[in-house]
């Protein structure tokens, strides 16, 4: 398991998360394909509430709506829309609006033949309020979404008893 965030000159950072899961690829496109199975992935004390788009149906083109809470004491919408799926393969989020000047996530999944499966989480995404948005990402939301996407690692783990570290 890791994750990594980089940053980039213009302000944009990449983060990086991949984990080897003991399950074949089916039955992890089953569960992330599935926007129910969002809180099963997201700490508590963020307070993820999906508002529309619950329905199991997937597709390019899906909207999904919801709320956040932020330092115990903002609530924020997002709004995201899977703007590309490759069945067993990919699928891609952008944010339409939300938190983030720019939020670009792409979810990848690769089978090998052992019947493993490497998740590998890519996101490109930019802070709002230029220098304060630069200051507040080195204070608080780059360890905030280093601890986001370490808890969804550890979830899977737990979820698909996954002996591989």
Same mark, same amino acid.
């Given at each position: 398991?890791?994750?990594?965030?980089?940053?980039?000159?213009?302000?944009?950072?990449?983060?990086?998360?991949?984990?080897?899961?003991?399950?074949?690829?089916?039955?992890?496109?089953?569960?992330? @394909?599935?926007?129910?199975?969002?809180?099963?992935?997201?700490?508590?004390?963020?307070?993820?509430?999906? @508002?529309?788009? @619950?329905?199991?149906?997937?597709?390019?083109?899906?909207?999904?709506?919801?709320?956040?809470?932020?330092?115990?004491?903002?609530?924020?919408?997002?709004?995201?829309?899977?703007?590309?799926?490759?069945?067993?393969?990919?699928?891609?989020?952008?944010?339409?609006?939300?938190?983030?000047?720019?939020?670009?996530?792409?979810?990848?999944?690769?089978?090998?033949?052992?019947?493993?499966?490497?998740?590998?989480?890519?996101?490109?995404?930019?802070?709002?309020?230029?220098?304060?948005?630069?200051?507040?990402?080195?204070?608080?939301?780059?360890?905030?979404?280093?601890?986001?996407?370490?808890?969804?690692?550890?979830?899977?783990?737990?979820?698909?008893?996954?002996?591989?570290?």
């Amino acid at each position: 398991m890791s994750v990594k965030i980089f940053n980039h000159e213009g302000g944009l950072y990449t983060l990086y998360a991949k984990q080897t899961v003991n399950k074949e690829i089916n039955l992890l496109w089953d569960f992330f @394909k599935k926007p129910s199975n969002l809180n099963k992935l997201t700490p508590e004390d963020v307070h993820f509430k999906i @508002k529309s788009g @619950k329905s199991d149906d997937f597709y390019q083109g899906k909207i999904i709506s919801y709320k956040i809470r932020i330092l115990k004491i903002f609530t924020l919408n997002w709004v995201s829309e899977i703007s590309q799926v490759k069945e067993g393969s990919y699928f891609i989020d952008n944010q339409i609006s939300g938190p983030y000047k720019f939020w670009h996530h792409e979810h990848h999944f690769k089978s090998h033949d052992n019947g493993t499966t490497d998740i590998i989480d890519k996101v490109k995404y930019k802070v709002p309020f230029y220098i304060v948005g630069r200051l507040m990402h080195k204070i608080f939301i780059r360890k905030k979404l280093f601890d986001i996407f370490i808890f969804r690692q550890q979830q899977i783990n737990s979820l698909f008893n996954n002996p591989l570290l």
